[in-house]
């Protein structure tokens, strides 16, 4: 029994490995043999688990944390030194964009400037691999894989909660970054983090009395470790060290345009109007975790819990969802010298809103997906939203529907 179990494992991390090898050898041909690796290396998994309570669920765990190892050393190795230095001595990033290695990160900021890509951007997904599915669909990208195009998803975060999975979901994202780690990015939402000290977790994001612990990853990781003696509780350490490897915001600088991809929003002004953020003094003070407002909240946590504001309303400024208004937006646009902010984080019916003058974008990307007229979404826990996702080619935004 023992041997037997001990095969099953390494039989799993070996097939993943072996798709991985085929990959990089430029073995497969066709998109839709890889695709079809890619789902079966999900489905070996997750085809055996149906009451997780129950299910030995050993393999599950030794796979996972092979994947969570491997991408949290991709993402070690992502860190550039050329970067490191201009982003430290740098605010505006259009002095510096040429220079910046491609796809490579310092102070947990990605830069890209490789003007032939097809980028991606990635908004919302909450425990929904449905709508990932889709979102792999409507790019093309296994196909585009085998063709070794230039293609570059980047999600802006908010893996987990409210969704049906979970589990599965991040597992789906692990593969997608072990697989193909020149062409997936991945950043931080408010809801990807969290603390685990004396047998008691912390969300970032407080449960609503109404909802059930099942909805909200780390309480549902935990009780699985109460309920499940083959799942133990080291897994919830696994899933934040791979929380903690994300990456905050992203530079993509194409033709004369240049995009700020972030979960959320800009730092919480500080001063009076002109000197709004002269808290900031290089780029690598958007991450630098010893600069706090006035509520003791980093830039970082500024930057993943914000809101943009149409309306004169009250701006709630005590609070870590704060809203900035235009002219706060502007004053930091021009400072960091972007042109567009390209955010998630907020739930919109049509999956995308445009605000201040196009100027900045919130993208939705889980909703219902449809398939012959019939939503076939049992993941999701946004229904009523038609997801979106925006794509950067040339210099031009484009919104892309995940429904046609
Ligand atoms: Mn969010």
């Known amino acids: 029994m023992r041997i037997k179990e001990l095969e099953k494992d390494k039989a799993l991390i070996n097939s993943i490995k072996e798709v991985k090898l085929r990959i990089d050898e430029g073995s497969y041909i066709k998109g839709e043999d890889l695709e079809f690796d890619f789902k079966a290396s999900l489905e070996e998994v997750w085809g055996e688990l149906n009451h997780l309570d129950e299910d030995d669920m050993t393999d599950f765990v030794k796979l996972n944390n ?104 991040l597992q ?109 003094e290089s780029l690598s003070d958007l991450t630098n975790e010893t600069i706090k407002d006035h509520i003791d909240r980093s830039i970082v946590e500024n930057i993943i819990w914000s809101d943009p504001t149409d309306v004169n309303e009250d701006l709630k400024e005590e609070r870590a969802r704060f809203k900035f208004t235009q002219a706060q937006f502007e004053e930091f646009k021009d400072l960091l010298g972007f042109d567009y902010f390209i955010r998630g984080h907020q739930v919109e019916t049509q999956g995308y809103r445009k605000f201040f003058k196009e100027r900045l974008l919130t993208i939705f990307s889980s909703g219902r997906i449809l398939k012959d007229g019939e939503d076939i979404n049992t993941d999701t826990a946004y229904s009523k939203v038609n997801p979106h996702i925006a794509k950067f080619v040339d210099g031009e935004i484009i919104l892309v529907a995940l429904n046609d």
């Open 66 to 169: 092979f994947l969570i190892e491997e991408v949290t050393n991709l993402h070690q190795r992502e860190n550039n030194l050329v970067n490191k230095k201009l982003m430290k001595t740098n605010i505006d990033i259009k002095m510096i964009n040429n220079r910046l290695e491609d796809s490579k990160r310092a102070f947990d900021i990605y830069a890209f400037n490789d003007q032939m890509s097809e980028y991606f951007l990635i908004g919302d997904i909450h425990s929904d691999l449905i709508s990932v599915d889709r979102i792999l669909e409507k790019t093309d990208f296994f196909e585009k894989m085998v063709k070794d195009k230039g293609l570059k998803l980047i999600f802006i975060g908010d893996y987990v909660d409210r969704g049906a999975s979970h589990l599965k979901l």
């Open 172 to 280: 789906g994202i692990l593969t997608l970054k072990y697989l193909f780690p020149e062409h997936i990015f991945l950043q931080k939402g408010n809801h990807d983090l969290g603390t685990y000290t004396d047998g008691v977790v912390k969300m970032g994001v407080k449960k609503p009395e109404k909802d059930s612990e099942d909805d909200w990853f780390l309480l549902y990781l935990y009780n699985l470790t109460k309920a499940n003696t083959t799942f133990p509780d080291n897994m919830i350490y696994s899933y934040l060290k791979f929380f903690n490897s994300l990456a905050i915001a992203s530079f993509i600088s194409v033709k004369e345009t240049t995009l700020l991809v972030a979960h959320a929003g800009i730092p919480r002004p500080k001063g009076k109007e002109g000197n709004l953020f002269d808290h900031i």
